[in-house]
């Protein structure tokens, strides 16, 4: 990493958003992925949430808002817009980001995958009650298919979280002592 010491600082932060653009968008095509061992009562992990996670914990809360935003906007476009996965997104975005991470939180993987996990929960709880103001399904079968669906999403994402999150975040760092602004 030190030889991009030496590139041009314009160079330097296309390479960045190459990076940010290209991972977000590699984790939105991991989300209708199916590949064996992935999958748990055949939920995958939140690669969107991950994404979300990952970029918010060094960022500030109007960063992780914007950046929930957009990445549930996108989902929405692949998927259905309703429920919308901007909300949660957005919500975990501004949470992840409000942490206080030199009291709670460190660079290890336990720290991202318990702020994932509960992020992952709290996502998935709020998808749950968009449904239920919906009226499509009963409150009942809602809440009943909610308990699984979360636990197993939270569990798989918590799992894969650090294998997004270390790389990215020694890119940004590395990125952040380089960049001049």
């Not at 748990?40 to 979300?52: D, E, Q, R, T």
């Not at 476009?77 to 309703?82: G, I, L, P, V, Y």
């Not at 809440?143 to 798989?156: E, R």
Request: proline fraction near 6%; hydrophobic fraction near 55%.
């Amino acid at each position: 990493m030190r030889n991009l010491s030496y590139w041009p600082t314009s160079s330097l932060r296309l390479l960045n958003a190459a990076i940010v653009v290209g991972s977000l968008f590699l984790c939105l095509l991991m989300l209708p992925t199916r590949l064996p061992g992935l999958e748990l009562l055949g939920i995958s992990p939140n690669w969107a949430l991950i994404w979300v996670v990952a970029w918010s914990l060094k960022r500030k809360p109007w960063q992780g808002i914007v950046a929930g935003l957009v990445v549930g906007w996108l989902q929405d476009a692949m998927t259905s817009a309703e429920p919308t996965h901007a909300i949660s997104l957005a919500v975990v975005g501004l949470l992840t980001a409000r942490l206080e991470k030199q009291k709670y939180l460190q660079e290890d993987f336990i720290s991202v995958a318990l702020v994932v996990f509960g992020m992952a929960l709290l996502a998935e709880t709020i998808l749950a009650l968009q449904f239920s103001l919906t009226g499509v399904r009963t409150l009942s079968e809602i809440w009943t298919t909610h308990q699984p669906l979360a636990l197993a999403s939270a569990i798989l994402s918590s799992l894969w979280a650090p294998v997004v999150y270390f790389p990215l975040n020694r890119w940004w760092q590395t990125f952040r002592n380089l960049d001049p602004s």
